[in-house]
Every structure is written in C-alpha cells, then in structure tokens.
C-alpha cells in the first residue's frame, strides 16, 4: 500500500541543523510531489514548502527561505527535509504529504507519520 | 498572500446533532478548497477537496460548500469518531503553495 515513512525523533540545540526523511513506498516516486508541513505543540498546520519529486524544484515559503532545503534520492524513493540555525520555536512535529492522487474515482492524500524535532538548549 | 480565518475557534455539540464549520478567505479563491481532519497524535486526514467532494472512505455524512471567500464544512449528524480538530486549506496557482486555516476543535458537549 501507499506509505511514507518518515524518520524518528531529533533533539537538537538552537542553532544547529536538522534533516528528516521521508521514504516512500507503493507508488511511482516521481509521480507525485512532496510537501512538508509542520505543527507547534498546541497549534494548527504550518505548510512549510513543496518539492516536485520529477525535476527537483521547490517552492518555499519566504520565512523560511535561507534556512530550509527539500531534496529528493529517487533512487532510494526518500525525500528530505533541511532545517538550518534552529531555534526553540521550531519545536514541532514534521510531517511530509504527497500531492492527492486524483487518479480514482475520488481523490486521496498520503501522510508520513511524524517527526517530533525538539530544540532546547 | 491568502490568509483563512476559521470560525468558530471551538463549537461544542453533542453525537447526533449537526455540526457547520466555517472558513473564510481574506480574498476570492479559486474553487481549489479542501478540508482536513486531525485526531490527537495522528496526521491530518483529507475530507474534502474542491470545495465539494468528499475524499476517498470518506463517510456521506461530510459535506462541502461555498465559494468566493466562504466555504462551509457540514457534518450532517455527528459520530462519536468526529469530535476532532478542522484545518481548511487553500492551494494557490503553480507551483502549488498552500494555506492553511488555524483550525476549529470540535468538543462533546
């Protein structure tokens, strides 16, 4: 079946950097493009960016440009997600989406699992 | 930039009875419209996209409206299962860029 699954947990200090995968499974990678989206404890869902799978260009949102980086390994079906000069109100769980698959009757959407990055000094 | 208010913040109701949610776009959006749902410690899960239909499993009881800048999520009789978090959410032109509302809790009463 589809699948992502994400990496696990990370605590990191201010400043540091953080890189979570995201591998996929049971469908043509390049397919479908990844988002990655993010969640503050106690708080709603922050879209953070896209990369297209196929070609490997992005669209990142302006806050976070200069700090984050999205990439893709075809050809090991992983995408990946770098957040640089990290600070404490990056604290949140991480999670990678895929583009709806629209190919059925009705749409469906594929979520990783989660990756809680923790940044304390 | 497209900002999406949510309302109400939390709306308390009881199993059985019907649940409106709303969302409201800082300007006229596209039909592109979609609805999530969230479960604590679970990622959200897609309810509706285009303004109107229901993603795939997803029960009849969920349904889309609106246009322009207000759209509306309706669950016609409430299961125990949805008592949850609401996101709305909006995709804007290629390359796809994505807003999301800040979401409605909705709590047993």
């Known amino acids: 079946q589809v699948q992502l699954v994400q990496s696990g947990p990370e605590m990191k200090r201010p400043g540091a950097s953080v890189k979570v995968s995201c591998k996929a499974s049971g469908y043509i990678f390049t397919s479908y493009g990844i988002s990655w989206v993010r969640q503050a404890p106690g708080q709603g869902l922050e879209w953070m960016g896209w990369i297209s799978t196929y070609s490997g260009n992005t669209n990142y949102v302006q806050r976070f440009q200069g700090r984050i980086t999205m990439t893709t390994d075809t050809s090991a079906n992983t995408a990946y997600m770098e957040l640089r000069r990290l600070r404490s109100d990056d604290t949140a769980v991480y999670y990678c989406?895929?583009?709806?698959?629209?190919?059925?009757?009705?749409?469906?959407?594929?979520w990783g699992q989660g990756t809680l990055v923790t940044v304390s000094s | 930039e497209i900002v999406l208010t949510q309302s109400p913040a939390t709306l308390y109701l009881s199993p059985g009875e019907r649940a409106t949610l709303s969302c409201r776009a800082s300007q006229s959006v596209t039909s592109y419209l979609a609805w999530y749902q969230q479960k604590a410690g679970q990622a959200p899960r897609l309810l509706i996209y285009?303004?109107?239909y229901r993603a795939n499993g997803i029960p009849a009881r969920f349904s889309g409206s609106g246009s322009g800048t207000d759209f509306t999520l309706t669950i016609s009789s409430l299961e125990p299962e949805d008592f949850a978090v609401y996101f709305c959410q909006h995709r804007g032109n290629w390359p796809p860029t994505y807003t999301f509302g800040q979401g409605t809790k909705l709590e047993i009463k």
């Open positions: 285009d303004t109107l």
């Open positions: 989406a895929r583009d709806l698959d629209c190919s059925t009757p009705r749409c469906s959407d594929t």
